[in-house]
């Protein structure tokens, strides 16, 4: 029997598969699919103090090999989140983890202080990298200073474990990565969508109704798995890969490259039972080539 | 709602109907689930490396006799064009049954109005509506005749109507020139489905002789049951997903 349990700061999690947030919705529009009590945790979708409409439609284009979205943090805000959300996802076992999001400090850790009321969220994940709204979100996590800043200011308030997602639009991660391990994050996760564009030569029209939007799937993992690799020589803090993984065979690429854990986001839309297939396929992999533990399989990249 | 499935059909018969449309019957492996009219399947484009995510088809006829349910396709672009090279015993990976349903009503006399590829969910719309004893009357809009498919289908569940821009089908012009639309009172509802604007328009004469009008919507997807929140149409109450709070909305309720 192989050993998956890996720590992320004081969160236990029986297996390193998370879903990423805003592609798992709350875990109950995937119960038709799969247990999903069987996931390491799951990241529930953005959410900010405000209720938000996000951006109009459309806010989703196609790529080769991925999609552009521009949902920009469409949720009902914290208020709905504790009285709707928070009591139906109670029956999972699993961990459940809020990603929050904001437009100023002081929306953030009014979110952050109701979450630390909540005994099932034993976690939150700091987004200062969404590319899709028009102030916060991913302002905060392009510079040291601001990264450092919210950072600081969210740990003084919030005692239960912090982690903090990344954004790939910076000129170098393991800076940010550094800085907010600095102030206290326990772990980071990355990468959030890179941005990009597409357009129409037919319309002479951008496919999005912002222009630009973030780009996920399978074409950014090469982009992902270079960044968790740097931040992994860069920080002890434990890391949380994600960016295109597609099945069990990515997923342990990102851990080879000393993700402690990995979180899979657009691939829930391709295959609503992924996730499973992804924690079955690691055992296998660590079974078949007696690993006894994935931890022992972590960051042991072979380099020459 | 009924519970989602996620499941490989196999292939029976893929018939081209047209320069560019197709019919897929598909035979589930084991007991074909309860489907209503309106609903669609996100279907799995396989082996086609520049169309990453599923496709969004409606429904276009079920049988539970023989475990199989139909989609009505045309080639738009790179994934559907792949479908239509599918040939019998092959695969196909869907998730369904997806979304809302039309409002049936029993006993009344209704109208269907489609266009383009959206005549897809009409024909198990109209089968149902049959069915509850309403006196089913179809139009279908097309450029030119050839446009026009599966006449004879349509026709075992209700009286038909056509307009061609060409005037070689029915009468010509766009759909809202037809006559019908002289004396909409006499139709307890109105179901449409087509290009948005040819909707817009029939959900405008709908609101003028205040019968009450369901459009089924076509949004971009990407997951098909609510998660991504990319296929958002705007309505009186926000923004709505098409996948899970429609494809079918009642048009007094969204912002057009």
Redesign the interface.
Known sequence: MVDLNVNIGHLKLQNPVMTASGTFGYGLEFDDFIDVNLLGGIIVKGTTLEPREGNAYPRMAETPMGMLNAVGLQNKGIDHFITDIYPKIQKYTTQLIVNVSGSNIEDYLTVVEKLNELDRIPAIELNISCPNVKSGGMAFGTSCSSAAEITKAVRSTYKKTLIVKLSPNVTNITEIAKTVEAEGADAVSLINTLLGMAVSIKTRKPLLSTVTGGLSGPCVKPIALRMVWQVFNAVKIPIIGLGGIMNANDALEFILCGATAIQVGTANFIDPRISIKIIEGIKEYLQSNKINSISEFRGSLILK | MH????EDFIVLLNEKLNEDTFLLLLKHPHKLPEINAGQFAEV?VEDS??????RPLSIHDVDYKNNTLSLLIKKLGKGTKKLSELKPDNFLNL?FPLGNSFTLLNNEKVLLTGGGCGIAPLLYLSRKLNEKGCDVHILLAAKTASDIVRLKTYENYGKLYFTTEDNSLGEKGLIIQHSLFKNLSVFKKIYTCGPERMMQAVARLAANNEIPCEVSLE????????????????TKT??KCVCVDGPVFNTKDLKW
């Open positions: 519970k989602k499935h996620i799995l490396p520049l169309t990453f995510l599923r998730i949004n971009t997807m990407a997951c098909g049951i609510g998660a991504c929140l990319c296929c958002v149409t705007e926000g923004n």
